[in-house]
């Protein structure tokens, strides 16, 4: 079955320092990958998605089939970065998402 | 807000009663999504709808569970004879079909705040 495990529950970081969020996958055929986002008393929201290979507010995301990982990557974490990240996977022409149990980035001044 | 709505937001409900939640996605979107968040955990999916068809159903969603989408536009989520299992976030989501107009993006799946259910 798919899985997507992120290891880490919480990563506390300081304000400037980089921050990599960890995401893997298992791996059946060609996967889409993203990461979405939920801040404080807000929905749950598409941060990227490795297709569209775009940085959003400084973050990144590789793709690498050989690791099956899809780590979350910014290089000076920000105070509003603090917020749950998911990773998700979709696989073909399924519509639905497979998440991770999700990841708490906490950014202290 | 042209956003994904759900309602209600909150509901508290007496085991072994029936609650129906509703979905209303954004309005060009021919796909909707239910999935299920409990403490902890990420997003399960429950099933999804095009247009007015039922295409996908997990194992998550027992036969107590049922899903509607009558004319493609907004969807309730039924669930019969509560237990306390049941207490969980309720999210629904919604996207456009891939491959439509608009490129790869247009199938992102938009979600709405929630409908937080408690079974005592």
């Known amino acids: 079955a798919q899985r997507v495990t992120q290891p880490e529950k919480l990563l506390s970081v300081f304000k400037g320092a980089p921050v990599e969020l960890k995401c893997n996958y298992s791996y059946s055929g060609s996967p889409e990958l993203f990461w979405y986002v939920q801040y404080s008393r807000q929905r749950l929201q598409l941060l990227l998605r490795?297709?569209s290979r775009e940085s959003i507010k400084g973050f990144t995301a590789d793709l690498n089939k050989g690791e099956t990982s899809f780590h979350l990557k910014k290089p000076f974490a920000q105070e509003e970065d603090s917020a749950m990240y998911y990773c998700?996977?979709?696989?073909?022409?399924?519509?639905?998402?497979?998440f991770g149990k999700g990841t708490k980035l906490s950014v202290k001044p | 807000d042209t956003g994904v709505s759900q309602d209600p937001r909150h509901k508290i409900t007496k085991r072994g009663q029936n609650v129906t939640f509703r979905c209303d996605p954004i309005s060009e979107h021919n796909r909707l999504y239910w999935y299920r968040q409990t403490l902890g955990q990420g997003p399960e999916f429950l099933t999804y709808f095009q247009n007015e068809a039922q295409l996908e159903k997990s194992r998550l969603l027992s036969d107590r569970f049922s899903a509607e989408r009558p004319k493609g536009s907004f969807s309730t989520l039924e669930i019969q004879r509560t237990e306390q299992g049941d207490s969980a976030m309720y999210l629904c989501?919604?996207?456009?079909?891939?491959?439509?107009?608009?490129?790869?993006?247009?199938?992102?799946?938009?979600f709405g705040p929630g409908t937080r259910l408690t079974v005592l």
């Open positions: 989501a919604s996207s456009r079909q891939p491959g439509t107009s608009g490129g790869t993006s247009t199938d992102t799946q938009y």
């Open positions: 490795h297709i």
């Open positions: 998700a996977t979709r696989w073909g022409s399924q519509g639905n998402l497979i």
